[in-house]
């Protein structure tokens, strides 16, 4: 079955550490996406992704970094100079960025937690 | 500004009753897309609806419905006949052209649907 796969599913990290989540997708999307949720916050854009080795900042890019070597794959760094980097993390993916009509898809998301 | 606006942090809805669900956006695009997503307590965002910009007629599936209402900029989520398996988060979502030819999505803070039996 195709679809969205995050890992790991929860994550602890002790502060000063960089963490990296993996996003893979099988659907042959061109389009990949990084959110954060926060409680009563809803999905805040980190980075985006419309092809292969391309992407560009979202609104909350700081302390954050990604990479797009392979259609499939869209890894998300949070790094050291993430302030407060306990959240949930979501991917999603769409058929083309430049299509209007196109439904995200997502994974099961990666929860993050800094001791 | 907020682009999406969900006013009600809360809802409840008895079992086999209708619940309307509210959105509003802000936008100067004349092309734009409106999605529903429902996140369970499991965290996996699912879509429910689509509605464009462009479309004159509310769209459907299954028991859900939205009520677009493109001069007031609202497009609110209708469920029928709720279920104790609606009882999750809904996110209104948008997408506009950004940069680059692409249309970002952008969301809510989302509404807390809790169906009592």
């Known amino acids: 079955d195709g679809g969205i796969t995050q890992s790991p599913k929860y994550l602890f990290r002790k502060e000063g550490q960089n963490v990296t989540l993996s996003c893979e997708q099988n659907?042959?999307?061109?389009?990949m996406y990084w959110y954060r949720q926060d409680p009563g916050q809803g999905l805040r854009l980190i980075y985006y992704s419309q092809i292969v080795n391309d992407f560009q900042k979202g609104d909350i890019a700081e302390g954050y970094s990604v990479s797009r070597e392979k259609k499939e794959s869209f890894p998300l760094t949070v790094t050291s100079a993430q302030k407060n980097p306990t959240a949930f993390y979501l991917c999603?993916?769409?058929?083309?960025?430049?299509?209007?009509?196109?439904?995200?898809?997502f994974g099961e998301g990666s929860r993050l937690t800094v001791l | 500004a907020q682009k999406i606006t969900q006013t009600q942090p809360g809802m409840f809805v008895q079992e086999k009753e209708a619940v309307t669900l509210d959105c509003t956006y802000d936008t100067s695009d004349q092309s734009y897309g409106l999605f529903w997503y429902k996140q369970p307590s499991s965290g996996e965002m699912i879509f429910l609806i689509y509605q464009g910009s462009y479309d004159e007629q509310n769209a459907t599936e299954g028991r859900y419905s939205l009520n677009f209402q493109k001069a007031r900029k609202s497009a609110n989520l209708v469920i029928s006949a709720s279920q104790l398996g609606d009882s999750a988060m809904y996110f209104c979502a948008m997408r506009e052209a950004a940069s680059g030819g692409s249309y970002i999505p952008t969301f809510g803070r989302g509404t807390s649907l809790i169906v009592h039996p």
């Open positions: 659907l042959n999307h061109d389009a």
């Open positions: 999603a993916s769409t058929v083309l960025a430049g299509v209007l009509t196109g439904e995200l898809f």
